[in-house]
């Protein structure tokens, strides 16, 4: 079994900083791409940011220069630090990690935590 556990979010003020952190356990034999999308009430779900294996990045327009996706392999853990908050950034925010279960190399599949809010108001 594998599981993909979000934290961090919260609510804080535009211009405010927050740190989300996700962490993927069970039996992992290896982990490919982790990122994080959001979704905001009406809208469909997007992508934010995601790091390959080998350390790529990909942003999302809206949050270059703002956000900084970042893992920790030896804990198989991913973490967007998000800067400068605007009312706009407020959703849920769901971590997704493209992963290999049990002991047997084969097809990864995506795996996605349970989201964290984040909310963004004066």
């Known amino acids: 079994q594998v599981q993909v556990v979000e934290s961090g979010g919260g609510l804080v003020q535009p211009g405010g900083s927050l740190r989300l952190s996700c962490a993927a356990s069970g039996s992992i034999l290896t982990i490919y791409t982790m990122g994080w999308y959001r979704q905001a009430p009406g809208k469909q779900r997007e992508l934010v940011a995601r790091i390959t294996s080998s350390g790529s990045l990909n942003y999302a327009d809206p949050v270059k220069g703002r956000f900084t996706i970042s893992r920790d392999n030896a804990k198989n853990t991913v973490y967007l630090q998000m800067n400068s908050l605007k009312p706009e950034d407020a959703a849920v925010y769901y971590c997704?990690?493209?992963?290999?279960?049990?002991?047997?190399?084969?097809?990864?599949?995506?795996?996605w935590g349970q989201g964290t809010q984040v909310t963004v108001s004066p």
């Open positions: 997704n990690v493209d992963l290999i279960a049990g002991q047997v190399w084969g097809r990864s599949r995506e795996y």
